[in-house]
């Protein structure tokens, strides 16, 4: 068996191994959805971002709710705050990096809104401080971690943390908790 054979090998079983981990995150998970569904239902919207693989994410589960999943529906409020390049980058320039997000979710964000931080580490800088300023609006916050969750699980109301420490396991584990979550939500409509 060649190296690439083994090492291809590997991979899959690393990524077996944090998904079926996530049994352990299947009561957050429906617990989220539920909120998320009644954050809709309630005339509330969802606001997602993150950093790099995450801000990919953030833009997919935003895409699946505003267009959507499977079911055929009415399209549903969803913004990710990863896309405008002129705002991230004055905000950027004018403020730091680090609030890239805080400024978005001060301009955007109301008291019934659900606001969605997801970073693989639960520490980087500007998604904390998304959450934190979205905290002081009186929104519901959702942290989505891997590791121990970092600052981000003890700052969030309700948090889902993907048990692992590799990156590109946390992202794939990602992807399929914001599919569930679309999923759900287009059960609900």
């Known amino acids: ?9 590997s991979i899959f079983q690393s990524h077996l191994d944090t998904i079926h981990k996530l049994s352990s995150v299947i009561n957050d998970v429906n617990e989220v959805a539920d909120i998320i569904k009644k954050t809709l239902h309630a005339g509330g919207k969802v606001l997602i971002f993150g950093n790099g693989g995450s801000a990919s994410d953030s833009q997919h589960i935003a895409a699946e709710i505003v267009g959507r999943f499977v079911k055929e529906r009415k399209g549903l409020p969803a913004i990710a705050l990863t896309t405008d390049t002129s705002i991230l980058t ?31 580490s639960g520490n980087s800088k500007n998604v904390v401080k998304g959450l934190e300023k979205a905290n002081t609006l009186g929104a519901i916050t959702i942290g989505l971690t891997g590791g121990d969750g970092g600052l981000i699980k003890k700052i969030s109301n309700h948090s889902i943390v993907v048990d692992s420490n590799e990156t590109a396991r946390i992202q794939e584990a990602h992807i399929l908790i914001g599919h569930t979550l679309c999923e759900l939500i287009d059960e609900s409509i």
């Open 1 to 9: 068996m060649s190296e690439n054979i083994k090492r291809i090998e």
């Open 90 to 120: 004055a905000v950027g320039n004018d403020y730091g990096f680090e609030h890239i997000f805080s400024r978005q979710v001060e301009a955007l964000c109301l008291r019934n809104d659900v606001v969605i931080g997801i970073s693989t």
